[in-house]
């Protein structure tokens, strides 16, 4: 069995959309791939609480970003 993973990134105005896909190619029916990609992502890889934490350090890192350049400016 192989899976194949892709990401991609779209820009939006208030920040980005990550489309996310896992395929399985084997010889298994296709109901079955999918339905094992769905266990993979959710019980396995814990995809949803991964992207939690990400969507977290993100906004972190855009606060103290932030946070610097306004020290910058404001020190001028």
């Known amino acids: 069995m192989n899976a194949k993973i892709t990401g991609e990134l779209d820009p939006l105005n208030g920040g980005t959309h990550l489309k996310w896909r896992i395929r399985l190619e084997g010889i ?15 019980k396995v890889l814990e995809m949803s609480s991964s992207f939690e934490n990400l969507e977290v350090l993100s906004k972190k890192q855009l606060d103290k970003t932030t946070f610097e350049l306004n020290k910058k400016t404001t020190s001028m």
């Open 28 to 42: 298994l029916p296709r109901s079955i791939l999918r339905l094992l990609s769905r266990i993979t992502v959710n």
